[in-house]
């Protein structure tokens, strides 16, 4: 095996994160954050531009220039980047780059003595890319789902209802309302296969990971889907990026970056992926039934999938996994450590005391109950916030606290049941994951055993072992996904907690009560 670059361009800044599989080790992480290098001269605020009206964009020159900047940095650092044998990426998702008749040419004809944004800052139709922060495309979303056969034919088509940040309600939008700009669009790219693109020197394909965050995506067969296509904007086929499997090489890296940089010319490019679908692979989640918590200001749920199952409810998004093999569901609660911290606001307490009040209460509350809609909530869908308590005092301080963690792990069961898994493993990050008597709610509601880790960047961490994938077995008998991602995603020693059967018991009893409860006063999520 050997040494790999993953990168994660994302909102805010651009990533490097160089692994060694030989001795299991993450060698180097470095970034440049897009604010502090180029507020001024692009504008950009957090990485964004608010243009204003719900539409949010960034400048792909911008990217151009931060992806150079991070080489130099990584060069700087003194990481020998002969020695990369592969390089894989992550993208933030749903974002589009729209390139014009010269963007091909260009690419292939970059000169290592100049600098990278000069020769490339002609080639785009469109000189920024909404992303996934734009919500300007409701119109849209409801033309596309009407002309695919209503929202639940889209939902079976591509794995997801129209979201105003998919690709495809923007690229809409864009050829509805720029129609010129757009018939002068050649090539219509994703953030991840814009970057692979720089790298390889030539148009590198879609994953069917990113591919399935465009409300354009067939989600069994992994290619374009051609009624998607057509309901979404004329002439559409010719410029979208074919999709390619995101384990099978796109080529080598480009002259460009072995002259500039001292990559080896035999370093091979993958396609990149999207951020999330790169996650999972960087949380371990490789085989179907792992679930992974990231217990932040909202929770968000990952897990790993054998079929392209999909909510009705809308209760989650489905997307393919880079392993080219399973698929990935995600599910965002609003009310994470926001909810929590409100509790805990409220008594005046500290973690710890909270983590005592947890103690000093059984498993089951004496059946008090709280949905804690502190604020609006994604699953289930709730528009205003609005806490509601059973049998449960405003001032008791510790059923309170009791209250709001049984009430997000038995939301996390309820809105989870439509992946059909058997889950048998949960692996929790984040904050939250640090008070053991929080995993301990989780381990019972979900009876199996649950485990704390840390996570870097899950994102760039996922792209290195996706490019230390794809090199071994395009070598011949690389490690597979299971042994490549061992050593990266180990529990932290001595943190997994069990399950205990007659706390299991009394959360079995719970649930179709927190169930009647949510569904008095939650609509359908969406
Ligand atoms: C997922 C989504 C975000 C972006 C962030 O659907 O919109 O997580 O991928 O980078």
Redesign the pocket.
């Known amino acids: 095996m050997g040494r790999y670059l993953g990168i994660d361009s994302?909102?805010q800044s651009i990533t490097g994160l160089v692994i060694d599989t030989d001795g299991g080790n993450m060698e180097l992480e470095l970034s440049v954050q897009f604010d502090e290098a180029y507020a001024a001269s692009y504008g950009v605020t957090n990485g964004v531009l608010d243009l204003g009206d719900g539409q949010m964009h960034s400048p792909p020159l911008m990217w151009t220039e931060a992806l150079e900047a991070l080489f130099d940095r990584l060069r700087d650092s003194g990481c020998d980047l002969g020695g990369i044998a592969a390089v894989a990426g992550s993208g933030?998702?749903?974002g589009t780059v729209y390139l014009g008749a010269t963007a091909a040419t260009a690419l292939g004809r970059l000169d290592p003595h100049q600098p990278l944004a000069d020769q490339l800052q002609g080639i785009f139709s469109r000189a920024t890319a909404p992303i996934?922060m734009d919500t300007s495309t409701d119109r849209q979303c409801r033309q596309i789902e009407a002309g695919v056969g209503g929202r639940d034919a889209l939902l079976d088509l591509t794995g997801n209802t129209a979201f105003e940040?998919f690709s495809g309600p923007q690229i809409r939008k864009f050829s509805q309302q720029q129609p010129e700009a757009y018939a002068a669009t050649s090539n219509i790219c994703l953030v991840s296969s814009y970057i692979a693109s720089l790298l390889a020197g030539r148009l590198v394909p879609i994953d069917p990971g990113d591919g399935s965050?465009t409300n354009l995506m067939d989600i069994r067969t992994r290619q374009w889907s051609d009624r998607a296509l057509v309901a979404t904007a004329a002439g559409l086929d010719g410029k979208l990026l074919p999709i390619q499997p995101a384990s099978r090489s796109a080529g080598r890296i480009s002259p460009f970056f072995a002259e500039r940089f001292g990559f080896s010319s035999n370093c091979l490019v993958l396609p990149f992926s999207?951020?999330?679908p790169c996650s999972m692979i960087g949380l371990g989640l490789v085989s179907p039934g792992q679930v992974a918590l990231s217990l932040g200001t909202s929770d968000t749920l990952f897990a790993c999938m054998r079929e392209p199952r999909v909510s009705k409810l809308g209760e989650g998004?489905v997307f393919a996994s880079p392993d080219d093999e399973h698929y990935m569901a995600?599910i965002c609660f609003l009310n994470g450590s926001l909810a929590r911290e409100a509790v805990r606001d409220r008594f005046e307490l500290d973690w710890e005391g909270f983590s005592h009040a947890l103690q000093r209460t059984p498993p089951g509350n004496d059946g008090r109950l709280m949905l804690p809609y502190f604020a609006p909530e994604i699953v289930p869908r709730v528009e205003v916030a609005n806490v509601v308590r059973r049998g449960l005092g405003e001032a008791d301080r510790d059923a309170n606290v009791r209250a709001v963690v049984e009430a997000q792990a038995l939301s996390s069961k309820l809105h989870s049941t439509w992946m059909g898994l058997a889950i048998n493993q949960l692996s929790v990050t984040g904050g939250g994951s640090a008070n053991r008597e929080i995993l301990q709610v989780y381990a019972d509601v979900h009876d199996c055993p649950v485990q704390r880790f840390e996570t870097t960047n899950s994102a760039a961490l996922g792209a290195a072992l996706r490019a230390a994938y794809t090199h071994g077995q395009e070598a011949g008998g690389g490690a597979g996904w299971k042994d490549l991602v061992g050593p990266f995603t180990r529990p932290l020693a001595g943190s997994t907690v069990k399950p205990d059967p007659a706390a299991v018991a009394a959360y079995q009893e719970l649930l179709p009560r927190y169930r009647e409860l949510e569904e008095e006063w939650a609509g359908a999520a969406g």
């Open positions: 994302s909102t933030q998702q749903h996934w940040r965050g999207g951020d999330n998004s995600l």
